[in-house]
């Protein structure tokens, strides 16, 4: 089944998007090792928890999202001690979810997708930059440094409608003819 042009066109505007905003909120099934006398910040409570004192809790972390070419896979660079680095690099696929939002413009997506742990190190180097060498100052052959490659294979968006002018046309045209206003544009992509 090949994608419409529509389908199309939405891809390429996705992928446009993503590659501005660079910083992606990226969250994954963590399997999380805690104290078992820790109180539960939210209530004060010591939570029960399994016998080996692990929770299998979504995480969410802010990671800077790297790009090659046209490629349809999104890069990260992570410290190989990393909880996100150790669930990629099990045997069973890292399921995860990739947010990109650009609140000023309006702009927001969801990609989910696979994740995986690679250790090639010519496509580090290619994706190397001054926001890596802050974490890793030995650079791209620093064996402490880990790439998790992502593959997503859908992504819902939201774009447009939401900068300041936008919002006081839409708000102006609804307060003037009392109907609700169609702002911005949503769909689907997928597959990718």
């Not at 004192?53 to 995480?59: E, F, I, Q, R, S």
């Not at 290619?126 to 294979?153: C, M, Q, T």
């Amino acid at each position: 089944m090949f994608p419409s042009e529509d389908m199309a066109r939405d891809a390429v505007r996705v992928w446009s998007i993503a590659k501005a905003i660079k910083v992606a909120m990226v969250s994954s099934r963590d399997r999380l090792t805690r104290d078992p006398e820790m109180p539960d910040l939210a209530t004060g409570k010591v939570p029960d928890r399994l016998g080996d004192h692990t929770a299998d809790t979504l995480v969410t972390r802010p990671l800077r999202a790297r790009f090659q070419d046209d490629s349809s896979v999104i890069w990260f660079i992570l410290p190989r001690r990393s909880a996100l680095a150790g669930m990629s690099s099990s045997e069973d696929a890292q399921t995860m979810m990739v947010t990109f939002s650009n609140g000023g413009e309006g702009d927001h997506i969801v990609f989910e997708g696979v994740a995986s742990l690679s250790e090639d190190r010519a496509i580090m180097a290619s994706l190397w930059d001054s926001h890596a060498e802050i974490h890793f100052p030995k650079g791209a052959k620093d064996l402490a440094a880990v790439l998790i490659r992502f593959e997503p294979h859908s992504a819902r968006f939201w774009t447009g409608g939401q900068d300041f002018v936008s919002f006081v046309v839409h708000y102006i045209t609804a307060k003037m003819t009392g109907e609700p206003q169609k702002v911005g544009t949503h769909g689907m992509v997928s597959p990718l």
